[in-house]
């Protein structure tokens, strides 16, 4: 009896942990642009572009990297000094890329992401 519970049960803790991981990116629900873009400062601009807890927890790496780079408060970092100091300002607000500076394949991630963009097509 406990060999038939255990084939009918570990299927299906199989299906759940492949559930809990999500390589689709996250959709920032607010977008420059949008009537839902107005602010009343920037605490709130920050607050609300920030990805919920429970979805960076179940996105893989390289979902994870993409919507980092798809933030869409990532621009901001091209109004300051040097592109490091903007990139910190960024990662001070985001909590994206702390998150993706915990996973331990991150560094393979960005270098195969970065390896399918071509320079030219990037916006400055």
Known sequence: MKMI???IVLPFSALTILAQTNNTPYDFPIKPGTEQWKFSSPEEMYSKCQI???????????????TCLNYPLFGLMNAFNTPQAGFYAVKKNFDGIDALFERKDVGKVLIRIYGTMSPANIDK
């Open 5 to 7: 519970l255990l084939l």
């Open 52 to 66: 919920p807890k429970e979805i960076i927890s179940n996105l893989t790496t390289e979902a994870l990297a993409k």
